[in-house]
């Protein structure tokens, strides 16, 4: 085999495809240039500076200044991707008032956003991993980490991540009321189902649902109005 001629083979097909960052080397000559240099390059300028929207710019002037020197080959810029990232700054004192820590709360913002591995499925000899994460339009929306539930040890689900207000011992207590309300609302519906299942002979349904809903709908309102006043 010519090697000159099948690396000038290979080159031409690499070059075929636009927008496309390449080096040919063989492998050995690839592990000595990244030793030497810290990249696969034979000669690497580089650039140091906080700012990356500067360095961009005084990387792209030297790309330009390089351009026409008689030799060079292969010149390219590497590319310096933005990662948008969302920082959550947790307050330990307020977590600790509802029995939660600064690890809880980071979890579920990552699984929100980043999702988490929880198993494997195979099919065709192919191994596809299974991951929990929020829907597409959650994970690029702020407003959605402001409205995440949590779950609190002491039962129930508590949304106040992010939020700025001030939670008084009266105002903890009117919510663990709210929540009992509303767990006896719900076990009293369901039980009117099952009352007009059973007792009625009416069978499980659409139709059976919404009598049962407006049948409850005046206790309710009226647990309501009681509560709130």
């Known amino acids: 085999m010519n090697y000159e001629e099948t690396v000038a ?6 070059d075929g495809y636009p927008g496309l960052y390449r080096d040919l080397l063989t492998y050995l000559r690839e592990r000595i240039k990244e030793v030497l240099t810290g990249s696969s ?3 690497v300028i580089r650039l140091y500076g906080e700012n990356l929207v500067i360095l961009r710019d005084k990387a792209q002037e030297v790309y330009t200044a390089l351009t026409d020197i008689e030799g060079v080959i292969d010149l390219q810029v590497q590319p310096q991707v933005s990662v948008p990232q969302v920082e959550v700054h947790v307050r330990p ?3 600790a008032q509802f029995g939660l820590t600064a690890g809880v709360i980071r979890n579920a913002v990552n699984l929100l956003i980043k999702g988490e591995k929880v198993g494997e499925f195979y099919e065709n000899q192919n191994i596809f991993d299974v991951v929990v994460w929020g829907a597409p339009e959650t994970r690029t929306d702020l407003g959605a980490l402001r409205s995440l539930m949590l779950d609190i040890p002491s ?7 992010f939020s700025g207000g001030i939670l008084s011992l009266g105002s903890l207590i009117g919510f663990v009321t709210v929540l009992g309300i509303a767990a006896r609302n719900s076990i009293m519906l369901i039980s009117h189902y099952r009352y007009l299942q059973l007792e009625d002979g009416q069978l499980f349904g659409m139709e059976l649902v919404i ?3 407006k049948e409850r709908l005046a206790p309710i309102l009226m647990t309501a109005m009681t509560t709130a006043g």
């Open 93 to 95: 004192e307020k977590a």
């Open 155 to 161: 039962g129930g689900v508590l949304s106040v991540l």
């Open 9 to 14: 083979k290979i080159q031409e097909t690499v």
């Open 211 to 213: 009598q049962g809903a």
């Open 41 to 43: 390059a034979t000669i």
